[in-house]
């Protein structure tokens, strides 16, 4: 059964951290590059940073610098580690392969982080 559980998210004031999680389930994202998406009521959905299986990573010029991706092949699980952090980092934040596959991948419920003092 494809899962996509993330976790971690919170309210906290400008500067502050945050670790989030992304726990998934299914051999489409243990064989996959991953990555955290992020997402404003109104926007659509942004990149922020992506992993490749063997640990190579990306990151979003507004997130550089403060984030930090990693992953744990045999936990099958995606971390997103946020330093910090900013009123306009506050969105909701989705993990999912990277690129996106079909025309209706599956999403998570994400998890919400709210920056603000």
């Known amino acids: 059964q494809v899962q996509l559980v993330e976790s971690g998210g919170g309210l906290v004031q400008p500067g502050g951290s945050l670790r989030l999680s992304c726990a998934a389930s299914?051999?489409?994202?243990?064989?996959?590059?991953m990555a955290w998406y992020r997402q404003v009521p109104g926007n659509q959905r942004e990149l922020v940073a992506r992993i490749t299986i063997g640990g190579s990573t990306r990151y979003a010029d507004s997130v550089n610098g403060r984030f930090t991706i990693s992953r744990d092949n045999a936990k099958n699980t995606v971390y997103l580690q946020i330093n910090n952090l900013k009123p306009e980092d506050t969105a909701m934040y989705y993990c999912?392969?990277?690129?996106?596959?079909?025309?209706?991948?599956?999403w998570g419920r994400g998890t919400q982080v709210t920056v603000s003092s």
């Open positions: 299914g051999s489409d994202y243990r064989m996959s590059t």
């Open positions: 999912n392969r990277y690129p996106l596959v079909g025309a209706n991948p599956f």
